[in-house]
């Protein structure tokens, strides 16, 4: 469909030689020679673009761009004007236009104008399309759950969507935390500002100040460049600091400034930056434990805590298990073309014995992969990997006997959770009650290499590659 234009200026000459010029390109082209008529064409019609005189008889060009904006906002707007008016191009600009031309207008300066000016619409609705979808996904309604808990989690999340609040979700790994998190930010008066999220136990501890505050060209051996932190991109949005327990203390400090004076300096400069940032951190731990430890900074937790919720685990709400099944097959479904209609009683029943460790990630795991293998429309048990049939992983005996050392039995347990647990540090840390930066402290001292080849460092560990004897 070739794109709409509106030519308006109250010389019929302009009027003709652009018309002329823009309906030699794929473009469907009207004119006016009034703002009053223009305004009129657009109640019959869209346009995608309206190139406007900014003088002219009766209503003027900066007038028009007013009432543009409020009957079309997507509609993109170029200005004429002669070359002694530019300063009401400008003014123009101000007030919202795309771009201005100065009269004479030459066919390949329009040309290329409004090529730009389509790309820049285009990119617009795209961007409008997209942030609805990813708005619609995130909506509360996308969390799954009626049982009481949950109704109080969805409570919480509509408070904390229209509040200015920082946000402390915890939650055990696998309980929806981050989409927690998305649902809060895209329901809120910040879903128009960005989303931007750090995993604060991916980071290595060298890089995260440079990730979170950003950095000056030279400021360290291998900045080429300049580099926003987290903070300056998400300016007029969201920060998710996931995982906020692996952090420092040392950065919890800084951390802690930041949040106080909401101004941020990057490495090598001296400059303070304001931003304007929520922060939503999210913790699998129990940190007024770690406060006691000594571990997570007192004040930074009365920081962050304004707006708790609490995400339980899927053991504890498992009257919601039957909806959140239902709600995998449609969405596997769609995304595979299958027509899977339901699950089995005898599935049902085991999912309502199984303990769940990986809670709401691990049944999103175990339906995505049934509804794929599934030879009949009806999940049945042979769907399933082994371990619900067995009612869940179980660390292996690897060695714990008497006359085992304590640093052996520590060793050989750390290492059974993690194949237990298929690599994943994050969750053999939440099953052993430990830190996910404890793990990989372990790691390097029991010197397990990761599949690249590092020390540690890596969050999914190939259970293939651990040698429980000569570790």
């Not at 203390?249 to 930056?273: F, H, N």
């Not at 048990?381 to 005996?397: H, I, N, S, V």
Request: glycine share 8%; hydrophobic share 40%.
């Amino acid at each position: 469909m070739a794109y709409s234009i509106l030519v308006v200026d109250d010389d019929p000459l302009v009027n003709d030689v652009l018309v002329s010029t823009l309906n030699a390109l794929p473009y469907e082209v009207d004119s006016s020679e009034s703002a009053e008529s223009a305004l009129t064409r657009m109640q019959r019609r869209d346009y995608d673009l309206i190139i406007s005189d900014v003088r002219m008889k009766g209503m003027d060009g900066l007038q028009l761009l007013d009432k543009v904006r409020l009957m079309s906002p997507e509609t993109v707007v170029i200005m004429m004007t002669a070359y002694g008016q530019v300063p009401d191009a400008v003014r123009a600009m101000k007030a919202g236009a795309f771009e201005f031309l100065l009269k004479p207008v030459g066919a390949d300066v329009t040309e290329a104008i409004v090529e730009r000016a389509l790309e820049f619409r285009r990119l617009k609705l795209e961007n409008k399309m997209l942030r609805a979808a990813v708005t619609q996904r995130y909506a509360a309604e996308q969390l799954v759950g009626q049982s009481a808990v949950m109704r109080r989690v969805f409570d919480t999340i509509d408070k904390a969507a229209t509040a200015a609040s920082n946000v402390l979700i915890s939650g055990e790994t696998g309980t929806g935390k981050e989409l927690v998190a998305r649902a809060i930010h895209f329901r809120g008066n910040r879903r128009e500002g960005p989303f931007e999220a750090i995993n604060c136990a991916a980071l290595p501890e060298t890089l995260f100040e440079s990730e979170l505050f950003g950095h000056e060209k030279g400021a360290f051996t291998g900045a080429m460049r300049t580099r926003r932190g987290a903070f300056e991109v998400a300016d007029g949005g969201t920060l998710l600091l996931d995982e906020i327990s692996e952090m420092t203390r040392a950065l919890q400090a800084k951390l802690l400034r930041v949040l106080q004076e909401m101004e941020v300096q990057r490495l090598g400069s001296e400059k303070r930056i304001p931003v304007d940032v929520r922060v939503i951190a999210t913790t699998n731990r129990d940190l007024p434990a770690e406060i006691e430890s000594g571990e997570f900074r007192r004040d930074l937790y009365y920081r962050l805590n304004v707006l708790p919720v609490h995400l339980p685990p899927l053991r504890d709400r498992r009257d919601d298990i039957p909806e959140l099944v239902d709600h995998f097959i449609r969405q596997f479904n769609a995304a595979s073309g299958r027509t899977i209609r339901r699950a089995s009683e005898t599935v049902m029943k085991l999912f309502d014995q199984y303990p769940w460790p990986g809670n709401i990630r691990e049944l999103e795991n175990f339906m995505e992969r049934a509804v794929l293998v599934a030879a009949r429309d009806v999940l049945t048990p042979e769907d399933f990997p082994g371990e619900l049939l067995a009612g869940g992983p179980r660390p292996k005996d690897e060695g714990i006997r008497v006359g085992t050392t304590m640093r052996d039995a520590r060793k050989n347990l750390v290492l059974a959770t993690l194949e237990a647990c298929g690599g994943n540090q994050t969750q053999a840390a939440d099953m052993l009650g430990i830190s996910s930066r404890t793990i990989r402290n372990l790691l390097y001292e029991y010197g397990i290499k990761t599949p690249g080849g590092e020390e540690t460092g890596a969050d999914a560990l190939n259970p293939a590659a651990i040698d429980h004897n000569n570790a």
